[in-house]
């Protein structure tokens, strides 16, 4: 994406999803001649107000990407969480390329459906944020809107893998899993934090 091809393939104009995105491309010194523009994302709505504060509430919103194998991966994890965790409500919020009903039908996923999983059908992302407290993902960058709302991060790694982190400069409020006992280890440890931490910790992720 940064390197230039030659051969008249090089564009003419870049649009970004966000500010950051346009700001890393713009330092590259062969675009510096070549507008930058923010186009912006569907995700962001416009009901969306202005970030306020943490969250607490013992609901964890799953946002698997639309690639099934990565879909796979972070169901799967989100699956045996809410089986260890059933104090715990666990909202599957599918992407539009791959609803619901063909991750859970799939062998892994079948008949392990635990009774604290709900799947998210004919909701907004706003309303799925509004009734959460914290966030399971890998890939998806719906996670950035999910921590401006109040959302706690939780990224599912897998060890020796290159990161799909979109938060991947985060060093504050999100934390980083490779298993399901990490996962709830890091759930009772933020319950346990005080207001006040955890207030600090967001405001300097968000």
């Not at 090089?10 to 966000?18: E, F, I, R, S, Y």
């Not at 709900?118 to 890939?139: F, I, N, T």
């Amino acid at each position: 994406m940064r390197r230039p091809l030659g051969g008249g393939v090089d564009p003419d104009v870049l649009l970004c999803m966000g500010e950051l995105t346009r700001d890393e491309l713009a330092r590259e010194r062969w675009l510096s001649s070549r507008p930058v523009r923010v186009l912006g994302t569907h995700r962001r709505g416009v009901t969306m107000t202005e970030p306020t504060g943490p969250v607490r509430r013992a609901v964890c919103l799953v946002l698997p990407e639309g690639i099934r194998e990565e879909a796979d991966i972070l169901v799967r994890f989100a699956l045996e969480a809410a089986a260890c965790t059933p104090t715990t409500r666990f909202i599957l919020r599918s992407h539009p390329l791959l609803p619901p009903e063909q991750i859970l039908d799939r062998p892994e996923s079948k008949g392990r459906r635990p009774a604290n999983v709900e799947v998210s059908e004919g909701r907004s992302l706003d309303d799925d944020l509004a009734r959460s407290g914290s966030m399971l993902y890998r890939g998806s960058s719906t996670v950035v809107y999910g921590l401006l709302a109040g959302l706690k991060p939780f990224y599912v790694d897998r060890p020796g893998e290159i990161t799909l982190d979109p938060l991947y400069r985060l060093a504050e409020w999100k934390v980083r899993v490779e298993s399901v006992q990490e996962f709830t280890e890091a759930l009772v440890a933020d319950d346990r934090l005080s207001d006040e931490a955890r207030l600090v910790a967001w405001q300097t992720a968000a």
